[in-house]
């Protein structure tokens, strides 16, 4: 996949993450509720500014962000969630495996955007590697015992 066209579809998964996180914030239940409601809130204020940085990035490009939602679940490729409670540990599992995903997700960017000889999305995108490898470290470190 060329870069442009990657950097849409992570932008398309951003747009997915955005309601998922509201999903996980809205329906997480348990011992961790308060802790968890705000964490949530806080990744999906994340993810919108992700998704504005991203998007403006590919217009400074000369390149079209998708801006629609049937458009991004057409190219996305993170999982939506159902409406209904999901526990506290499950939520920091979710969260787990989605934030290893991000990790891989933003390396294949900073490649593409390196081999393209394209040092400012590299960098764009270095900056989100470092945010998902701390929040990584962070939901390892608070189900840890
Ligand atoms: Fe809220």
Redesign the pocket.
Known sequence: MKLHEKMNQYLANQQVMYMKLHNL??YVKGHSFFTL?AKL?ELYDQAADIMDEVAERLLALGASPVANLKGALAIARVEELEDKPISSTDTVQKLIKDTEFWIRDTQEIVSLADEAGDGATADQFNGYLAEYQKLLWMLKSYIAS
């Open positions: 914030h809205w409601h809130e």
